[in-house]
């Protein structure tokens, strides 16, 4: 009964990371079709980042903060000098992204060598919620109120505001877009951004929880493939549920089937995709 | 920068010509005045780096010392990035091996490895010092060119078994460590002194080697006397956070593998580690003259403390030293060299003595450490020393290689609860 | 026509480099990395089938390679002899390419790719996992190389030798496939899927079978990887591993014959001889890859020729007009 509990509540807690991680690469790949394989990467970074604006003893939402805003610049520069070049060319856009990562990925062993970073958690979220002989660590849940706010902040942006009404013009019919006068261009230079923006803050926020490590990029990059796939591409209620999903499954299935360990979360992802290829949530693709 | 010379000139000689860069290559018959080669199997790139780049510090230390002269041989070093996976382990030894002909291979890190390329140095015959744990190398398919001054999987963890149920008084124990064979090989080293001392190991953990989030199983731990972590790499890190976190450290003790609280990883950690007891081949507060040495030049060098990597690699060089000094004229005879180190013995290195069995395995002290917060950071100081420990432990060496090698379910955990 | 086209003399002059290669290149070190970019090589040309002429990534084909390797180490020891273990590998993995196909072909693009992963990774958590079968991240030695006709394969040459022959005979093949009715329609349905449809072709039926030809040519490379490492653990199985391959085949130039080769040599020489004088090799390699695509979008291979052809069009008119872009000829 305990151990359920626990599941339960870390269950929702790493769907709430997840879908900090997830909601960027959701938008990119949703509105401009690039399978974005640098996402883990930006997450890696802007840990580092944030690691590093820590140790200058910088607040942990300040640090959070800047991170984001320095992969909001990074991520504006590959989109405007490198990807918009390849506009439409699927496997350029593989070998780019690709080659970009292996790039990141060696920079920030020069900077930050091979060591484990693992900031220390805020002052003022340590700590438990203690239920009986249970332990919630307050941290957690912290994750998981960012996440929803981030989430309903991202929901009223693309809903409520002509910029989302661009965006979710330009992720139905990108061509009808421009002809309409949408600048279709400078809306994928922004949300780009703002992906990598959010990956990086992911990352800041996951640092006291999962440590940053060389290769921490390649093992986030497939746990956003799978949230996306499960949820469905360029939809952000797709993105939110498929992340608690994978939170759910992740936990119980570690728990409950330990020899499934390694295919538990690819499994029911090859499902989705053979039987409903447009994931839970998604639109047919055309 | 030996290394970076002759490497320039030999692609010179490639661009020439492959004539003339047979002859950038003197032969071993006219080569006692040539330099003594060492080659390194390291890890310097993906998520092994960590360890890999912690060797090459151990041996680049150790040259330094010696001025670049092992037993009045000029030493050349060449340093090769296996990338952490066993193709590349093995095209990097035949790198070594076939191009730059070194004398002794000295690494690699990882027991995957070392398997991938045990036979190649066998009929190469190259002598090979290993960090490396995979405990059949000195057992069951022991090979006559490598020698390992680190420890097998199981060597710390036996000691692990016996003070966790004599001195600590534990009876019920769970175990927790990635899934593959350095983690089976320990955990099972501890699950059979624990029982044979009259202790139960009544749950086993496997998570995957890459496991984000370790809560899943943490969950899982409850009615225990202890829990024992094999963890590896940066592992440990996250692992460690969460144990506190969940608040299962605050009711169940920790223990831990050498790699699970090395003194290198301290550096990582907070007052999550304080109170672990560990069990280590190395620590960096042993008394002897070349750990102070070697502690404080590294302080200075490289600003860091110290751990197994380095230290093992540190001690590979004094095996080499001491082999070149053994085998004397027949130094450039790799079967005699290989010969040479296996009779190596050691009274001062950083772990202390060291001596091999005729397997090529280490005999060495094992020390017991408790982690606490010294000045807001965590070390670890040493509680009890056991001497002389064998990969056998005090089991018979017949009836121990009469077994099968430690794997996942053996021996059988006999006392599962679920 | 003179006997002697350009082409031919090119073709004539790289076959004699490369039979003589051991000859010039002297230490086994050399001639080893040689047999290795020519096993990429074939593994990035069986890839290139379904990525280059059918329009279909794959991020799973180690998960292909990785099944024929695992089937002939395992069978070898368990001591069956080298033919049937070999011919039992292909097997095992045509019938896995199998059901590779019929998965994956449930989805088309990106589709595809993540179909294609999933596979790879449920394959290398069974590699990994499956320890009573496939001893876990331990791996499988393999104790011996063949010796075909008597001829044993344990030199870095006489391997060298028998991989050469290996790799031209795939080259062979793609350039016969390629220019077959059947290499036809497999563009036709990268190009015109709809289009071939209408015109009765069965567009899934003609990806399966490309589908089959490079799970085929991917266990091939399985084989000879096993028998030059001697040597097999779940590592080949990584998704690093298949995206390795797939980088080999984009930087060198998809839908050629010539780019899966200059691209297995490129990753092959970086990750083995370049990283012996550059620590920081995987940043090198990432900006190799990033300046290809940046300068030469459709790969190594076709952009080269690209840029020689505009430039030799702009020395021999002299007129300054830039001549239009032309498509290179696979």
Redesign the interface.
């Known amino acids: 009964m305990?151990?359920w509990l626990?599941?339960a509540v870390?269950s929702i807690s790493?769907g709430g990371l997840l879908f900090l991680l997830s909601a960027g690469f959701s938008l990119i790949?949703g509105l401009m079709?690039i399978?974005n394989l640098l996402h883990g990467s930006f997450f890696m970074l802007g840990a580092y980042l944030g690691v590093s604006a820590l140790n200058w003893h910088i607040n942990f939402w300040v640090a959070a903060l800047l991170s984001a805003l320095a992969m909001t610049l990074i991520g504006g520069l590959i989109e405007r000098f490198?990807l918009r070049?390849?506009a439409g060319?699927?496997?350029?856009q593989?070998?780019?992204t690709?080659?970009?990562?292996?790039?990141v990925?060696?920079?920030c062993?020069?900077i930050w060598?091979?060591?484990?970073?693992?900031p220390?958690?805020p002052e003022h979220l340590r700590g438990?919620v203690?239920v009986g002989t249970?332990?919630f660590?307050i941290?957690?849940l912290v994750i998981l109120a960012v996440a929803i706010v981030i989430a309903i902040g991202l929901w009223l942006m693309i809903d409520w505001t002509r910029l989302g009404a661009m965006i979710r013009a330009g992720v139905d019919d990108a061509p009808i877009a421009r002809v309409v006068g949408i600048k279709v261009s400078q809306l994928f230079t922004l949300i780009f951004s703002l992906g990598a923006a959010l990956a990086a803050f992911a990352g800041v926020m996951g640092a006291?929880?999962?440590?940053v490590?060389?290769?921490l990029d390649?093992?986030?990059l497939?746990?956003a493939?799978i949230v996306v796939?499960l949820g469905g591409t360029g939809s952000l209620l797709g993105a939110l549920v498929g992340s608690f999903l994978i939170g759910f499954l992740?936990?119980?299935?570690?728990?409950m089937f330990?020899?499934l360990?390694?295919?538990i979360l690819?499994?029911p992802?090859?499902l989705v995709?053979?039987l409903r290829?447009q994931g839970l949530f998604g639109r047919a693709?055309p | 920068m030996s290394r970076k010379v002759t490497r320039r000139k030999f692609m010179a000689g490639t661009a020439a010509g492959a004539a003339l860069a047979t002859l950038k290559f003197p032969t071993p018959a006219i080569a006692q005045a040539a330099p003594f080669k060492i080659g390194l199997l390291t890890i310097k790139t993906g998520p092994l780096a960590q360890g890999g780049i912690q060797m090459e510090q151990g041996i680049g230390l150790f040259l330094k010392h010696k001025n670049n002269t092992l037993s009045g041989r000029k030493i050349e070093f060449i340093s090769a990035d296996t990338g952490g996976n066993p193709a590349g382990a093995k095209t990097k030894t035949q790198e070594l091996v076939e191009r730059d002909k070194v004398n002794v291979i000295l690494g690699p890190l990882a027991a995957f490895e070392l398997l991938a390329i045990t036979d190649y140095v066998r009929d190469n015959k190259t002598p090979l010092i290993s960090l490396a744990a995979a405990e059949d190398v000195t057992q069951r398919k022991a090979n006559p060119f490598i020698i390992r001054p680190s420890a097998t999987s199981a060597q710390c963890c036996h000691v692990m078994g016996d003070y966790a149920a004599k001195e600590l008084k534990y009876k019920r124990a769970m175990t927790i460590s990635e899934d593959f064979a350095f983690g089976y090989e320990q955990m099972s080293g501890f699950q059979r002194v624990f029982e044979d001392n009259g202790g139960k190991v009544v749950k086993k953990l496997w998570p995957p080697l890459v496991t984000p989030d370790y809560t899943p199983y943490i969950a899982q731990i409850q009615n225990v006397d202890c829990v024992f972590n094999g963890f590896a790499g940066s592992n440990p890190v996250k692992f460690m956070r969460a144990y506190a976190d969940l608040g299962v450290k605050a009711k169940i003790p920790l223990l831990a593998g050498w790699t699970a609280m090395d003194d290198a990883l301290l550096r990582s950690l907070g007052d999550e580690a304080a109170g672990t007891i560990s069990v280590a081949w190395y620590s960096a507060d042993g008394k002897t003259e070349s750990n102070q040495r070697f502690v404080a030049d590294m302080q200075k060098d490289y600003g860091v403390l110290p751990g197994g990597y380095t230290a093992g690699m540190y001690i590979a060089g004094q095996c080499v030293e001491a082999g070149i000094q053994l085998a004397g004229s027949k130094a450039d005879d790799r079967t005699a060299f290989a010969e040479a180190l296996h009779k190596v013995s050691l009274t001062d290195t950083p772990r202390g003595p060291v001596k091999f069995d005729h397997f090529g395995n280490v005999i060495g002290d094992v020390f017991v450490r408790k982690c606490e917060m010294k000045a807001g950071k965590p070390v670890n100081t040493v509680i009890k020393t056991y001497p002389g420990v064998s990969q056998f432990w005090t089991y018979d060496e017949k009836a121990f290689l009469a077994n099968p090698v430690y794997a996942r379910d053996y021996p059988p955990a006999k006392n599962l609860e679920h | 026509m003179s006997f002697l086209t350009p082409q031919r003399a090119a073709i004539a002059a790289a076959l004699l480099l490369l039979v003589t290669l051991p000859i010039w290149v002297g230490n086994p070190y050399y001639i080893n990395v040689a047999s290795q970019i020519l096993f990429f090589a074939v593994f990035a040309l069986g890839l290139n089938v379904i990525v280059g002429y059918g329009g279909l990534v794959s991020l799973g084909h180690a998960g292909l390679a990785a099944i024929a390797g695992y089937t002939a180490a395992l069978m070898l020891a368990a001591g069956h002899g080298h033919f049937i273990s070999d011919f039992a590998a292909i097997l095992v993995t045509l019938a896995a390419s199998a059901v590779f196909a019929v998965l994956s072909l449930r989805g088309t693009g990106i589709g595809f790719l993540m179909i294609t992963l999933a596979i790879g990774q449920i394959i290398w958590g069974i590699l990994y996992r499956w320890s009573s079968l496939t001893n876990g991240d331990n791996g499988v030695n393999v104790s011996g190389r063949p010796a075909p006709f008597g001829i044993s394969l344990a030199s870095a040459d006489s391997f060298y030798y028998a991989t050469l022959l290996v790799f031209l005979a795939a080259v062979a093949t793609m350039a016969v496939f390629f220019r077959s009715p059947f290499g036809a329609s497999l563009r036709g349905t990268r190009d015109q899927a709809r289009r071939m449809t209408a015109l009765g072709y069965n567009v899934w039926l003609i990806r399966f079978l490309a589908i089959l030809i490079s799970g085929f040519w991917s266990g091939v490379a399985g084989l000879l990887f096993i028998y030059y490492n001697q040597f097999i653990s779940p590592q080949v199985a990584t998704l690093t591993a298949s995206a390795e391959v797939l980088l080999m085949v984009i930087s060198g130039g998809t839908a050629t014959l010539l780019g899966p080769i200059a691209g297995a040599a490129i990753v092959v020489i970086m990750k083995n001889v370049v990283s012996a004088y550059i620590v920081r090799w995987n940043l090198v390699l990432g900006v190799i890859f990033v300046l290809i695509i940046t300068f030469m979008p459709e790969g190594l291979v076709p952009g080269s020729v690209r840029l020689w052809r505009t430039a030799w069009r702009k020395l021999s008119r002299r007129d300054g007009v830039i001549p239009a872009k032309t498509e290179p000829t696979p």
Do not use: H, K
């Open positions: 305990n151990l626990t599941l870390n790493l790949f079709r399978p490198l070049r390849l060319q699927e496997l350029a593989v070998l780019l690709l080659g970009l990562s292996f790039i990925a060696d920079v062993l020069m060598t091979g060591d484990p970073w693992q220390a958690t438990a203690q249970l332990f660590p941290y957690r006291p929880y999962l440590s490590y060389p290769g390649f093992e986030m497939p746990l493939l796939i992740y936990n119980f299935g570690q728990a330990p020899d360990a390694y295919v690819f499994l992802m090859l995709l053979v290829p693709m």
